[in-house]
């Protein structure tokens, strides 16, 4: 069962290098954290593209590391003089990179959803994760009852909070306005969910 992640991201600008086959691409970092990276780009990669990623800590050392793309941020042009935009980039553990390579069925799909403020995180948990479910906006189409990692980043207190989940229902892609898209989610252990969750409700 997984583990509950406490990351501290800080706030790092470091050079790096990527791409999905060389490492053709370079640029800066805005955060890292043991688990993730955010690079400050204009040219975003796919979401779930795989990345090989050269992170250098100082000048002359680097450590090479594997991760997917799992968020976009966008900034407007007038505001990109206060706020850049880029992608957020998880980083694979040795088993997962493993486990690909080997071509076995044990990695389990990751998604992840992002919450800037205790606010908004309250909201989400009053909607959805007091009932032990989620909502993950998503083309990918995964069968049902098939168990996926769900991990909620809490921005507001620099947490991470890791769950598992089986897919309760599909929405595939649609034609016309206000179309669903995604992976309805059922927390597989409602109560070590709540017990997880509810520490960081705190007051808005």
Same mark, same amino acid.
């Given at each position: 069962?997984?583990? =509950? ?5 800080? =706030?790092?600008?470091?050079?790096? =290098? ?22 400050? %780009? ?7 593209? *795989? ?16 991760? /997917?793309?799992?968020?976009? =941020?966008?900034? @407007? ?8 935009? #880029? ?8 088993? /997962? ?20 403020? *205790? ?11 007091? $009932?032990?479910?989620?909502?993950? %906006? ?7 009852? $098939? ?19 089986? !897919?309760?229902?599909?929405? @595939? ?6 179309? !669903? !898209? #995604? ?10 969910? /709540? ?10």
């Amino acid at each position: 069962m997984a583990d =509950k992640r406490q990351q501290r991201r800080i =706030k790092r600008r470091l050079m790096v =290098k990527y791409g999905e086959r060389e490492l053709t691409q370079s640029g800066f970092t805005g955060d890292v954290s043991t688990t993730g990276l955010f690079i400050i %780009s204009s040219s975003l990669p796919r979401l779930d593209t *795989r990345l090989h990623i050269q992170l250098f800590v100082e000048p002359e050392r680097c450590v090479f590391f594997e991760g /997917e793309v799992r968020r976009h =941020k966008l900034v @407007p042009a007038e505001l990109r003089t206060l706020e850049r935009g #880029g992608f957020g980039v998880r980083l694979l553990s040795p088993r /997962e990179v493993l486990t690909s390579a080997l071509d076995q069925e044990l990695r389990v799909p990751h998604f992840e959803l992002n919450y800037r403020t *205790r606010a908004a995180f309250q909201q989400a948990y009053e909607r959805e994760f007091r $009932m032990g479910a989620a909502f993950v %906006s998503t083309t990918q189409q995964l069968p049902r009852d $098939m168990h996926v990692v769900l991990s909620l980043v809490l921005e507001f207190s620099g947490q991470v909070v890791e769950l598992e989940a089986q !897919v309760a229902q599909v929405f @595939p892609p649609q034609e016309g306005p206000g179309a !669903v !898209v #995604g992976l309805a989610l059922l927390f597989t252990d409602r109560a070590r969910a /709540e017990t997880l969750l509810r520490p960081w409700l705190g007051q808005a």
